[in-house]
């Protein structure tokens, strides 16, 4: 099972909104046959699999099956994969997650023992289910699975008091954070970020694929001649902004090939819970935030973010102007503080990252998260539901 978990990370960045799935063949001990879901539209990890046997010449009949998520016994854009299974003569089928899409829910694993084949289930589950949380999420909330980044020095600075931020981490952090920018269907920023920074909001991976931009930009304020403006073209790009923005600047930032997404307001910002609502019927699984102080705090305070990670670098800037990374009025109290579990650190280079689930979004005013789902939002086409691996 450890080699399908494998297989199953090879797909990151390429499967959304579909899951990351590897399957492994096994006869006597030794593998005879491996695959995994390589990208959203191509071949489950079972059918992969049962095609490198084929390509081997090596019949899977009698063999154990590893896989990591629970086969699909539905069509989506590709056939079931239960269906493949017991049509190969597969003797045996170890999983180790259940697939909570309503389509499988459990009914994988049923229809694989009706057809007499052995089936064991969570073998190895911890492992398996943490490869997927923005797929687990995603089809159960059908909302995109948000985390909020920051690097920070070791006093807790995100700038000088300049505003100078280049380079708070080292390179091996900053190779992490465009891994999580692959593994993440967009990435999200603040208008402050676009006018302070600059940025591209690119994946630098060799071989890596772009995630979709999404600005939060009130009031339409993204310069036409910035980055972001002038590379929309290729790298897609959606700048949300209030219903009542400038029509002309709209105008002009699509002719630079930006998407405009009106989105209603709260408390004369984005209302982020609506933007993320129009985000999931679109498709998108995962929003990868970046930036900045204001647009951190108003996440966590909607209640939309599930993960933090803050890259702590071993510096010290000081100054009582040098900003923090997050803005906000803040909590009154400890005990009103935002917790995280499931805690994670990794040592990168000279940096640390910390990262834990948020515990709840206690602090997501009653509100806003009353009128955060209601409505539809302007331009947010809807999207075919996900299947486990269409």
């Known amino acids: 099972m450890r080699r399908a978990i494998e297989l199953a990370r090879r797909g990151t960045g390429f499967t959304n909104p579909n899951p990351l799935v590897g399957a492994v063949l096994v006869r006597d001990g030794e593998i005879i046959a491996e695959g995994w879901h390589a990208r959203c539209g191509d071949l489950h990890a079972e059918r992969a699999a049962l095609a490198n046997c084929r390509a081997r010449n090596i019949s899977p009949k009698g063999a154990t099956l590893y896989v990591t998520l629970e086969p699909c016994c539905h069509t989506g854009k590709q056939p079931p994969c239960t269906e493949a299974v017991i049509e190969s003569g597969i003797a045996r089928v ?197 930036g900045g102080a204001t647009l951190a705090a108003c996440a966590l305070e909607a209640g939309i973010v599930n993960h933090v990670q803050a890259f702590i670098a071993p510096k010290i800037f000081a100054g009582v102007g040098a900003p923090s990374p997050l803005g906000g009025t803040g909590v009154e109290s400890p005990d009103q503080a935002w917790m995280l579990s499931a805690t994670t650190v990794e040592r990168l280079g000279d940096d640390v990252l910390i990262e834990g689930d948020i515990v709840a979004a206690e602090n997501a005013t009653p509100e806003h998260a009353t009128t955060a789902h209601d409505g539809e939002i302007a331009n947010a086409a809807p999207k075919e539901d996900a299947c486990s691996q269409d």
């Open 94 to 290: 170890v999983v180790g997650s259940a697939d909570p899409n309503p389509l499988v829910a459990g009914r994988g694993c049923e229809q694989l023992r009706a057809a007499g084949i052995t089936v064991d289930e969570d073998v190895a589950q911890a492992e398996c289910d943490a490869i997927n949380p923005i797929f687990f999420h995603f089809i159960t909330h059908r909302a995109p699975y948000v985390t909020l980044k920051y690097a920070m020095t070791l006093d807790g600075k995100i700038a000088t008091k300049t505003g100078a931020s280049r380079w708070i981490t080292g390179p091996a952090a900053r190779e992490r954070v465009h891994a999580e920018r692959l593994r993440h269907a967009a990435i999200m920023v603040g208008i402050g970020t676009v006018l302070a920074d600059d940025p591209q909001l690119t994946c630098r991976i060799e071989g890596g694929r772009n995630p979709l931009r999404v600005i939060c930009d009130s009031r339409l304020r993204t310069p036409i001649t910035s980055a972001i403006a002038q590379s929309a073209h290729n790298v897609p790009t959606i700048i949300a902004c209030a219903p009542n923005a400038s029509g002309e600047r709209a105008s002009k930032l699509e002719e630079t090939g930006c998407e405009i997404m009106r989105v209603p307001e709260h408390d004369r910002r984005i209302d982020l819970r609506q933007l993320m609502v129009a985000l999931g019927k679109r498709g998108i699984d995962s929003v990868f935030i970046e």
